[in-house]
């Protein structure tokens, strides 16, 4: 099943974005979700992750203290919360599903949603 992205847009910096993925089908709560995001020449990299169930939450050291995933069980949903956002936030966001809560392999990726933060 594929996941659906959404939320992105241009903020400047300071500012706050909540992306939104949608995830039928993933609900289980053996289930994991996450975040991840990729900047322009690099790698993608992991931003923040958590069990449907709600534990094994983790985030990026670049993550911690301004951005919060949370899920919505009722309608599907996972959400990253970005406050305080930087220039070097600024990346194509992705969120992904996976039965491994620590995302060594990936059952299902979404679209992506590109995050703009201008100085």
């Known amino acids: 099943v594929q996941l659906q992205a959404s939320g992105g847009g241009l903020v400047q910096a300071g500012g706050s974005l909540r992306l939104s993925c949608a995830a039928p089908?993933?609900?289980?709560?053996?289930?994991?979700m996450a975040w991840f995001r990729r900047a322009p020449g690099k790698e993608r990299e992991f931003v923040a992750s958590?069990?449907?169930?709600?534990?094994?939450?983790r985030y990026s050291d670049s993550a911690k203290g301004r951005f919060t995933i949370s899920r919505d069980i009722a309608n599907n949903r996972v959400y990253l919360q970005m406050n305080s956002l930087k220039p070097e936030d600024t990346a194509v966001y992705y969120c992904?599903?996976?039965?491994?809560?620590?995302?060594?392999?990936?059952?299902?990726w979404g679209q992506g949603t590109q995050v703009t933060v201008s100085s």
């Open positions: 992904a599903a996976s039965s491994d809560p620590f995302f060594r392999t990936v059952r299902s």
């Open positions: 089908g993933y609900t289980d709560r053996g289930y994991s």
């Open positions: 958590q069990k449907w169930s709600g534990g094994y939450t």
